[in-house]
């Protein structure tokens, strides 16, 4: 995508999510900090904290294992590049929130289906993070997994594997893409 329609396809995924109520006051929202290729979000923090949303990030607690957290995310907070790259807060894995205590978690895609599938970069930190919504013992539905991506990374069909965490929706630049429960 070139440089500068990926620009305007940013905005108008940043201004989706608006419409859709992601920043409303007292939510708690997993975002990510863009890798180059990935939608940047960014722009939407300052907006959000200024409306009282409390932002967070993944933060990899162990590449061996392929854990992963989300910790705050707070304003002018100094971030550096982890093992693979990724921006996460200095102040490591301090103040992190289990993931069911979250709102939503938007998250960044290599590529989507039409039923809510998704690739990411194939290390699984989502999918391990987001294990327990798969536990048939103790269900539960929150945080709303809401993909960001932008339509061209849309396939026919991926095949999911057992292990592999369903969407509630995308976002791209032609709109939102809603998945059944």
Known sequence: ??????????????ATLGKLGVWQRGRRVA??????GEVDLRPCFGTAWQRGVRVYV???????????????LESGAAVRGN?????????GSRGRIPVRHLDTILVPLVG??????????????????????LDRTQPFRRPR??????SIQQVDRLEPASWD????L????????????
């Open 112 to 133: 989507f289906d039409r039923q809510g599938h998704r690739l990411g970069m194939g290390a699984g930190f989502y999918d391990r993070v987001l294990r327990p919504r």
């Open 145 to 150: 997994l809401i993909g960001i991506a932008y």
């Open 83 to 91: 093992m693979f790259g990724i921006a996460e807060p200095l102040h």
């Open 1 to 14: 995508i070139p440089d500068a329609d990926r620009r305007v396809h940013d905005r108008v995924i940043r």
């Open 165 to 168: 965490v369903a969407l509630d």
């Open 31 to 36: 975002a990510f900090l863009g890798m180059p």
């Open 170 to 181: 995308v976002v791209t630049e032609r709109g939102i893409l809603r998945f059944p429960p």
């Open 58 to 72: 993944p933060h990899i607690v162990s590449r061996r294992d392929g854990r992963m957290v989300f910790v705050p």
